[in-house]
């Protein structure tokens, strides 16, 4: 097995970097997919539209100084020679120049904000004429390609080390010449991911991954083909056999092309083309970044305690440290968006990577054997799992759907907010004694990012009702699990669809998962003038042991 993981590695490492978008990332899908055939796999390479990396190299020059700063082009940085005085941006979140004063500039620039906050950041500086762009990376020396990855942006940008970056930032108000070049005949706007199937006797399906691209200028050793090299042996040890679930191992492109979201390209494609999968699967795993010298064996993951029992024997939980985690990420952040339990298989979260996304990830850094090892409880996971069904199910009756919460329903989620909780909201009751919206937002606005918060940081434990594909309602749980309680979170109805049973369903829903948790204490906390929320608690056996009072003042 470690003879067959070095090949894999050298090959994909001869192929080269293998940026999101470019020609290398489908030799190496190809690749992958001639590799899933000789096992007998049926593998197919499914096209999807994606952003492509097109840069070839950077030259960065300071007028005076005879010899260029060191550089590499930034993962989707675009071709273009400009020319302007350096200028220190600062960061995204903590800006040190004013944006109307970057016209004709070339930014030095430090990452790590959300890319939330730094892409329209970015994208605002470009249109006020900011002509280029350097990224001073966080190692001393190696330079990291990924820290900007953004194709909203049309402007040159280059990466250099910290070392280098101190340099340039000593020559603030010089002038610079950043060029940044574009490779011949580059590919379009386009990615893949291969796909191989491993048919099951029920309707189950359970999803193993690993992304087959890298970072720009990375080699990509660790990351991923360390990853795809586990996946194809874990592919070799499932070859032929039959389960309950049908095992669809996916080698996702674009993994790196992560948005605004973090989450993969690839695995967005993947479930994109399948609407229907989700209801389906029983959970995602995902292996990438193995085989890490200094990392520690670890699993992360999100699911409910079957899950949990089912994926993880006491094996497991000796030779892995468990962490869970809704932290939506990598391909596996795009199935929790979608309310499935994953397993990331990952042992590099937990020590420093100085070779991470830059032209040092190589294989004299990685652990063929740590890789082998990881195979066979990859493998005895994938078994337990590909024998259980789906640990969230989709409840149907009549028109409606009660179904686990996805990501994508967050403005059916705040419709439903602003329509049904009115008078039992507490900031709406501020908002008309106070007379003005607090903090300049409208109540609902207030309501809504509060609910939608607690939703993402808990997105398996709520549901939701559609109707003819829209959201109408919604109900969430919280477990305190030192205390050994289970609560019924934020929950409603819209107004339109009250009186039909739909409160009542999703609080069945909540009721069954927390006796699957394994709870058998129980509260919820309402508004005391909430008469219709609490006469449905009271159906559903709640006893009402005291209230609250809010008092609320201000100055004439």
């Known amino acids: 097995m470690e003879a067959s993981i070095e090949k894999t590695v ?71 020679d400009v020319t302007g005085e350096l200028v220190f941006l600062g960061r995204a979140a903590a800006p040190r120049l004013e944006a109307g004063a970057v016209a004709g500039r070339i930014g030095l620039f430090f990452a790590g904000d959300s890319h939330a906050v730094a892409i329209p950041y970015l994208v605002d500086l470009e249109a006020r004429g900011l002509r280029g762009l350097v990224v001073i990376s966080a190692h001393m020396d190696g330079i990291e390609t990924k820290a900007v990855r953004y194709p909203e942006l049309g402007l040159p940008v280059a990466a250099v080390s910290w070392r280098t970056g101190n340099a340039l930032l000593r020559r603030q108000g010089e002038r610079a010449r950043l060029v940044v070049t574009a490779v011949e005949a580059p590919r379009q706007g386009e990615s893949q991911n291969v796909v191989a199937t491993l048919p099951g006797s029920g309707e189950a399906v359970l999803v193993v991954s690993a992304h087959h691209d890298s970072a720009a200028f990375a080699p990509g050793a660790l990351d991923n083909a360390s990853g795809t090299a586990v996946l194809l042996e874990v592919a070799r040890a499932l070859a032929g056999r039959r389960f309950p679930a049908t095992v669809l191992l996916v080698s996702t492109g674009s993994e790196e092309n992560g948005g605004n979201d973090c989450c993969g390209a690839g695995a967005k494609a993947f479930y994109g083309r399948r609407p229907g999968l989700a209801e389906r699967t029983v959970a995602h795993v995902e292996i990438d970044d193995v085989g890490n010298l200094a990392g520690t064996p670890r699993l992360t993951y999100a699911g409910c305690r079957a899950f949990c029992e089912t994926a993880f024997t006491a094996p497991i939980r000796e030779a892995f440290r468990l962490d869970v985690s809704t932290a939506a990420g990598c391909d596996h952040g795009v199935a929790l968006g979608l309310g499935l339990p994953y397993v990331f298989v990952c042992d590099a979260g937990l020590a420093p990577r100085p070779c991470y996304h830059t032209p040092d990830d190589r294989a004299e850094f990685l652990d063929v054997a740590r890789c082998a090892w990881h195979v066979p409880h990859v493998v005895g996971m994938i078994e337990r799992l590909a024998g259980a069904a789906p640990f969230y199910p989709y409840l149907r009756q009549d028109d409606r759907l009660i179904r686990p919460f996805r990501f994508a329903d967050a403005e059916g989620i705040a419709a439903v907010t602003e329509a049904a909780f009115g008078p039992y909201c507490m900031a709406r009751i501020q908002e008309d004694y106070f007379g003005v919206a607090l903090a300049g937002k409208p109540w609902h606005v207030h309501k809504s990012s509060s609910v939608l918060a607690g939703f993402r940081a808990h997105p398996l434990d709520v549901v939701v009702c559609e109707v003819g594909g829209r959201v109408v309602g919604y109900a969430s749980a919280g477990y305190d699990e030192a205390g050994g309680i289970a609560q019924i979170g934020n929950n409603a109805v819209h107004p339109d669809f009250q009186g039909r049973g739909i409160g009542s369903a999703l609080q069945r829903e909540i009721a069954r998962r927390m006796d699957v948790e394994g709870y058998s204490r129980f509260t919820v906390v309402t508004m005391t003038h909430d008469l219709p929320a609490q006469h449905v608690y009271e159906k559903l056996g709640y006893e009402k042991v005291g209230g609250s009072v809010v008092y609320l003042k201000k100055r004439v």
């Open 10 to 80: 050298r090959d994909l490492l001869e192929i080269g970097p293998r940026a999101p978008g470019s020609w290398p990332e489908l030799a190496a899908a190809e690749y992958v997919a001639g590799r899933l055939r000789a096992l007998g796999y049926d593998a197919a390479i499914e096209r999807f539209a994606s952003a492509s990396h097109q840069a070839a190299s950077s030259r960065l020059t300071v007028e005076g100084v005879s010899e260029s700063f060191p550089s590499l082009p930034t993962q989707f940085a675009a071709a273009g």
